[in-house]
């Protein structure tokens, strides 16, 4: 595989879609041994329709607003691949949804899915709908208009969506129960959905939990625990929120969130009712994390600042993508931070991965580390597909040795000769394996 001629195709083709170029590039980059070594997926152009979406669905989302005033925003659906299962992702709603970014969230989500071992194709979507400042009534008919548009190219075994940032509990209902009424069906098509009309338990949990399950395997390797760690953890939505509980059940010290605003440094531990102050914080549909340090004057707020720049011994990033830069990088290495294990998707920009696995400090990436939250979608399906509820414990032991296992492919095929284990080729490579050889035996389509 020659990688710049075929980034250089790419970018020529798709200008300017940074983050979808960049996705591409960091997988494309650890996949070269594995190319090498079976010929038969260069023959079969595997590389080349991998890395483009099976089909890009774009649509206008008119609604109308409290004032009586018509608003007009861009709906996406990113089909990328269908090898193993039925296309399934989430949906973001956030004012900075472009292709670009759906398309490398979808391109990641491809091999996340694989990893999870549930048969799950890669698929994105979303609208660059602002939820700041919106009443309930608005993200409904919000809701409802996209559902217009989306219903029929969804289905319980073709597409299903989920949550994102911006796409929580609430908008999955809103979401469900349009299509309901538009499909004239009560199916699994979405997941996320609310306890008694087909969610699971532990699926609101399920991503940051899994994110501490999986960064709890990293930590064995060195023979630590979360046992008195203090950890730094930004955002402060629903993969944050599942983070920093599961932090505290395991001894861990939460001391950081944050927001697009800046961060919160609370030296007592973020545990308890603060935990749940988080989520009060988001409902509130303002997107700053400020008011945590009026609501408990020990903390402090660093206004327009990274968290990363606070002494820890895990750093957990939950928020956005590229969040975590060269110069937070340095800041975690100076601080002697032993691991970074992505909760969010692609939060680390490649300079920042680079200084972190430069320095032998443990790095997981987001498909690998947050595959906990569509994993329990998956989990969902399934309890769909069966019309039963498993109880809280039996889903979160599936969660919790799914990560054991997504750990253990990372390791199997993400070791290096000195014993570094590179978590990002281990992802990629285990997570491509099985996407490209159900491609191979399905032929050229
Ligand atoms: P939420 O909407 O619940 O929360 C996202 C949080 O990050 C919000 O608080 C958001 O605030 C904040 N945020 C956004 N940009 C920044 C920024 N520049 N600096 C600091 N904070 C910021 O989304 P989720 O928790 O669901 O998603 C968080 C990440 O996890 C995303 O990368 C998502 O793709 C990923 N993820 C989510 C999964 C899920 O099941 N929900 C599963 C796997 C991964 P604001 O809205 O103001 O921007
Ligand atoms: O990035 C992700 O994995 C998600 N937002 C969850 C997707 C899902 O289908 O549960």
Same mark, same amino acid.
């Given at each position: 595989?020659?990688?710049?001629?075929?980034?250089?195709?790419?970018?020529?083709?798709?200008?300017?879609?940074?983050? =979808?170029?960049?996705?591409?590039?960091?997988?494309?980059?650890?996949?070269?041994?594995?190319? &090498?070594?079976?010929?038969?997926?260069?023959?079969?152009?595997?590389?080349?329709?991998?890395?483009?979406?099976?089909?890009?669905?774009?649509?206008?989302? !008119?609604?109308?607003?409290?004032?009586?005033?018509?608003?007009?925003?861009?709906?996406?659906?990113?089909?990328?691949?269908?090898?193993?299962?039925?296309?399934?992702?989430?949906?973001?709603?956030?004012?900075?949804?472009?292709?670009?970014?759906?398309?490398?969230?979808?391109?990641?989500?491809? *091999?996340?899915?694989?990893?999870?071992?549930?048969?799950?194709?890669?698929?994105?979507?979303?609208?660059?709908? @602002?939820?700041?400042?919106?009443?309930?009534?608005?993200?409904?008919?919000?809701?409802?208009?996209?559902?217009?548009?989306?219903?029929?190219?969804?289905?319980?075994?073709? @597409?299903?969506? &989920?949550?994102?940032?911006?796409?929580?509990?609430?908008?999955?209902? =809103?979401?469900?129960?349009?299509?309901? +009424?538009?499909?004239?069906?009560?199916?699994?098509?979405?997941?996320?959905?609310?306890?008694?009309?087909?969610?699971?338990?532990?699926?609101?949990?399920?991503?940051? *939990?899994?994110?501490?399950?999986?960064?709890?395997?990293?930590?064995?390797?060195?023979?630590?625990?979360?046992?008195? +760690? +203090?950890?730094?953890? !930004?955002?402060?939505?629903?993969?944050?929120?599942?983070?920093?509980?599961?932090?505290?059940?395991?001894?861990?010290?939460?001391?950081?969130?944050?927001?697009? @605003?800046? =961060?919160?440094?609370?030296?007592?531990?973020? !545990?308890?009712? +603060?935990?749940?102050?988080?989520?009060?914080?988001?409902?509130?549909?303002?997107?700053?994390?400020?008011?945590? &340090?009026?609501?408990?004057?020990?903390?402090?707020?660093?206004?327009?600042?990274?968290?990363?720049?606070?002494?820890?011994?895990?750093?957990?990033?939950?928020?956005?993508?590229?969040?975590?830069?060269?110069?937070? &990088?340095?800041?975690?290495?100076?601080?002697?931070?032993?691991?970074?294990?992505?909760?969010?998707?692609?939060?680390?920009?490649?300079?920042?991965?680079?200084?972190?696995?430069?320095?032998?400090?443990? *790095?997981?990436?987001?498909?690998?580390?947050?595959?906990?939250?569509?994993?329990?979608?998956?989990?969902?399906?399934?309890?769909?597909?069966?019309?039963?509820?498993?109880?809280?414990?039996?889903?979160?032991?599936?969660?919790? !040795?799914?990560?054991?296992?997504?750990?253990?492919?990372?390791?199997?095929?993400?070791?290096?000769?000195?014993?570094?284990?590179? =978590?990002?080729?281990?992802?990629?490579?285990?997570?491509?394996?099985?996407?490209?050889?159900?491609?191979?035996?399905?032929?050229?389509?």
């Amino acid at each position: 595989m020659d990688l710049e001629k075929l980034m250089s195709k790419l970018e020529k083709k798709h200008p300017g879609e940074q983050e =979808y170029l960049q996705a591409v590039r960091e997988v494309l980059e650890t996949l070269e041994d594995v190319v &090498a070594d079976n010929p038969q997926f260069e023959s079969a152009g595997i590389i080349e329709r991998i890395i483009e979406p099976d089909r890009i669905l774009t649509f206008k989302v !008119s609604w109308v607003d409290d004032n009586g005033k018509v608003n007009v925003n861009l709906g996406y659906r990113v089909q990328f691949n269908n090898a193993i299962g039925p296309y399934k992702g989430g949906l973001r709603f956030h004012p900075s949804v472009n292709l670009s970014i759906l398309k490398f969230l979808g391109f990641e989500q491809i *091999f996340k899915n694989s990893l999870t071992t549930l048969p799950m194709g890669g698929g994105k979507g979303g609208s660059d709908f @602002d939820a700041k400042g919106k009443s309930d009534a608005e993200i409904m008919r919000f809701c409802q208009a996209f559902m217009l548009e989306l219903w029929h190219l969804i289905g319980p075994d073709t @597409d299903v969506p &989920a949550g994102d940032i911006g796409v929580g509990g609430k908008e999955i209902g =809103y979401l469900y129960g349009a299509y309901k +009424k538009l499909a004239r069906e009560h199916t699994g098509v979405l997941t996320g959905k609310g306890l008694n009309w087909g969610g699971s338990l532990i699926r609101p949990e399920a991503t940051g *939990f899994g994110t501490v399950y999986f960064a709890k395997e990293m930590l064995a390797t060195k023979g630590e625990t979360f046992e008195g +760690k +203090k950890v730094a953890i !930004s955002g402060f939505g629903n993969v944050a929120w599942g983070a920093a509980k599961k932090v505290t059940e395991f001894g861990g010290k939460v001391i950081t969130l944050s927001g697009p @605003d800046g =961060y919160v440094y609370d030296p007592e531990g973020i !545990s308890g009712e +603060k935990i749940d102050y988080m989520l009060e914080l988001r409902a509130s549909n303002q997107d700053i994390v400020a008011p945590y &340090a009026i609501e408990f004057p020990e903390a402090e707020f660093h206004k327009g600042k990274h968290p990363w720049e606070v002494k820890c011994d895990v750093a957990l990033p939950c928020a956005t993508q590229n969040e975590l830069n060269k110069e937070d &990088a340095q800041n975690l290495v100076k601080n002697n931070c032993m691991c970074v294990a992505e909760g969010a998707n692609m939060p680390s920009t490649p300079e920042a991965v680079e200084i972190i696995q430069e320095n032998k400090i443990l *790095f997981g990436p987001g498909k690998a580390v947050n595959a906990g939250g569509v994993s329990t979608s998956g989990l969902e399906m399934s309890q769909n597909s069966m019309k039963l509820n498993w109880p809280a414990k039996e889903v979160d032991e599936k969660l919790h !040795s799914i990560m054991i296992n997504i750990h253990e492919a990372c390791v199997k095929y993400g070791t290096e000769d000195n014993g570094y284990i590179n =978590y990002v080729k281990g992802a990629n490579v285990a997570g491509f394996l099985k996407v490209a050889n159900a491609m191979m035996d399905q032929g050229i389509i």
